[in-house]
């Protein structure tokens, strides 16, 4: 978990930088440095300090959902029959829009 909030933080950093670096001489000019440092600053601060508990959520989200799959496919094996239908249907909804 450590280690992929490093890289996300090294990814985002490095891609604010290159997109800074590219902006014409006139928006230095006229943007303080500080606040272009602030800016950045709370950008990966903010990836730091939210993006673990985030990714920590999902897995708590995918993993109880699919524990509620299993439990109600060894409670009622009649469930299984229906998947294969319910898979067709949720593609076609989420992808053939």
């Known amino acids: 978990m450590a280690d992929g909030g490093v890289r996300a933080s090294c990814l985002l950093f490095?891609?604010?930088?290159?997109a800074?670096?590219?902006?014409?001489?006139q928006f230095f000019d006229t943007t303080p440095r500080g606040r272009i440092l602030n800016r950045v600053s709370e950008d990966v601060g903010?990836?730091?300090r939210v993006m673990p508990?985030?990714?920590r959520s999902m897995i708590n989200c995918v993993l109880a959902g699919?524990?509620?799959?299993f439990v109600v496919a060894?409670?009622?094996?009649w469930f299984l029959v229906s998947l294969p239908a319910l898979a067709?249907?949720?593609?076609y909804i989420q992808v053939k829009r």
């Open 66 to 69: 699919l524990a509620s799959l």
């Open 14 to 18: 490095c891609r604010l930088l290159t």
């Open 53 to 55: 508990f985030t990714i």
């Open 88 to 91: 067709v249907i949720y593609y």
């Open 74 to 77: 060894f409670v009622t094996p």
């Open 20 to 25: 800074f670096l590219h902006n014409p001489m």
């Open 46 to 48: 903010g990836v730091d």
